[in-house]
């Protein structure tokens, strides 16, 4: 089975943990079939055959035709159906790398790193033009403006993702007191 990165697990979490599930539990296979439905209306259309014939209990038909994400996710599915405990412990690693990867942007946004704060500035009218406001993106600006505290970037940002944002002050923390 091939290595399953964290960030697809945790990108891909749904489709994941519902196909797993039911290869463990067909009283599950409604949630999946709906969650590959949603997947194939986004045009992952191998990949949803690859995953219809898994839940069919059949081979998968035509693996040349799926690419390296499809195989991945199939991968995935694989690893989680056989470890279910797998799946959170990869959203977890996940959580923790972005937290990482988003400390250090912050604080070079703090400093002034021009790349930094257009990078975290266009996340953020990213996360606007998707209607989105209170969003992980927005908590991310308060943090660069110098906002520490969990509870209050949760209230002033409640479409924001809690987890993350705690990861991230943890490292900040860490970093800062170098």
Same mark, same amino acid.
């Given at each position: 089975?091939?290595? *399953?990165?964290?960030? !697809?697990?945790?990108? #891909?979490?749904?489709?994941?943990?519902? *196909?797993?599930?039911a290869?463990?539990?067909p009283?599950?296979? $409604?949630? %999946?079939?709906?969650?590959?439905? #949603?997947?194939?209306?986004?045009?992952?259309?191998?990949?949803?055959? %690859? +995953?219809?014939?898994?839940? &069919?209990?059949? $081979? !998968? !038909?035509n $693996?040349?035709?799926?690419?390296?994400?499809?195989?991945?996710?199939l991968?995935? *599915? &694989?690893?989680?159906?056989?470890?279910?405990a797998?799946?959170?412990?990869a @959203?977890k690693?996940?959580?923790?790398?972005? %937290?990482?990867?988003?400390a250090?942007?912050? +604080?070079?946004?703090?400093?002034?790193?021009?790349?930094?704060?257009?990078?975290?500035t @266009?996340?953020? @009218?990213?996360a &606007?033009s998707?209607?989105?406001?209170?969003?992980?993106? #927005? %908590?991310?600006?308060?943090? !660069?403006?110098? @906002?520490?505290?969990?509870?209050? +970037?949760?209230?002033?940002?409640?479409?924001?993702?809690?987890?993350?944002?705690?990861?991230?002050?943890? *490292?900040?923390?860490?970093?800062?007191?170098?």
């Open positions: 089975m091939s290595d *399953v990165s964290s960030q !697809v697990a945790a990108v #891909h979490h749904e489709l994941i943990a519902a *196909v797993s599930q290869l463990r539990d009283a599950a296979l $409604p949630l %999946a079939r709906a969650s590959t439905a #949603h997947y194939r209306e986004k045009g992952w259309n191998a990949l949803c055959a %690859a +995953l219809s014939a898994r839940l &069919d209990g059949l $081979p !998968v !038909v $693996p040349e035709g799926l690419d390296d994400e499809d195989l991945t996710l991968a995935a *599915v &694989d690893k989680a159906a056989a470890d279910p797998w799946l959170a412990e @959203e690693q996940a959580e923790t790398e972005a %937290a990482e990867q988003m250090a942007l912050i +604080l070079a946004g703090t400093w002034g790193e021009r790349d930094a704060l257009a990078a975290l @266009e996340m953020r @009218e990213a &606007d998707a209607g989105l406001t209170g969003s992980t993106a #927005h %908590a991310f600006i308060a943090m !660069v403006e110098g @906002e520490r505290q969990l509870e209050r +970037l949760q209230a002033d940002c409640p479409n924001s993702q809690a987890g993350l944002l705690a990861a991230t002050l943890d *490292v900040l923390s860490h970093q800062e007191a170098r």
